[in-house]
């Protein structure tokens, strides 16, 4: 079965320092993996999604996710956060023979300090 | 804007009713999948739909239950409505051109708030 752990239920940062936000996945077959983002009061966005083509994976707002498949991770990283990145962020796992529903993980809180 | 529309917005009720969440695709979107987030338990898969049908169920009570119109939208409905019930409602649409790698694109969302 398919799952996504999480690390770390909130993460602080000062604005400007890199921005890491962690994601493993548990999956039997090749898997396509996502980070959402929800701001408050929204519905979610997709900032990237990893689909075979490309380990590393360039998404909006200046974030990218490496996928390693040894680690089974697809960690999330930002160079130097902005205020405007304080949002929650989610990692998802879908499965090409389950129809495209998504499994998420229990989401990470960003907070970013001026 | 996503393109894809939920209504009612916010939603409060009885324990006991029964109530109707609507969503409209992003036009020329034939795939539907409903989510419910909750403090508890997360995001969660509910139901997905393709063109009318019904393709996979998740974590979906009994309790509820789902349909896609041949427009399109697409319905779920929640009856005896317990205080657990309380989420918020998400509806998302893709084009399934690539089952399991498509985009899917959210909602706003609606808050269910069972009293």
């Known amino acids: 079965a398919q799952s996504v752990t999480q690390l770390g239920s909130h993460v602080s940062v000062s604005e400007g320092a890199l921005v890491l936000l962690r994601c493993n996945y548990s999956?039997?077959?090749?898997?396509?993996l996502f980070w959402y983002v929800q701001y408050p009061n929204q519905g979610l966005q997709l900032l990237l999604k990893?689909?075979?083509?490309?380990?590393l994976v360039k998404g909006i707002n200046g974030f990218e996710a490496e996928f390693k498949k040894s680690e089974t991770s697809f960690h999330l990283t930002k160079p130097s956060a902005h205020m405007s990145d304080a949002a929650e962020y989610f990692c998802a796992v879908s499965e090409g023979n389950q129809g495209g529903k998504l499994i998420f993980g229990q989401g990470t809180e960003l907070s970013v300090k001026p | 804007d996503s393109g894809v529309t939920q209504t009612p917005k916010h939603l409060i009720t009885a324990t006991g009713q029964r109530v109707t969440l609507r969503c409209s695709p992003r036009s020329g979107d034939l795939s539907v999948y409903w989510y419910q987030q909750s403090l508890d338990q997360g995001l969660q898969f509910l139901i997905h739909?393709?063109?009318?049908?019904?393709?996979a169920k998740g974590n979906i009570l009994e309790r509820f239950s789902a349909q896609q119109f041949p427009d399109l939208h697409s319905e779920l409905n929640l009856s005896s409505l317990e205080l657990g019930d309380s989420a918020l409602y998400f509806c998302?649409?893709?084009?399934?051109?690539?089952?399991?790698?498509?985009?899917?694109?959210f909602g706003p969302g609606t808050r269910l708030t069972v009293l």
């Open positions: 990893y689909t075979s083509a490309a380990t």
């Open positions: 998302a649409s893709s084009g399934y051109r690539d089952p399991g790698g498509d985009e899917q694109f």
């Open positions: 999956s039997s077959v090749p898997p396509y």
């Open positions: 739909y393709y063109n009318g049908e019904e393709r």
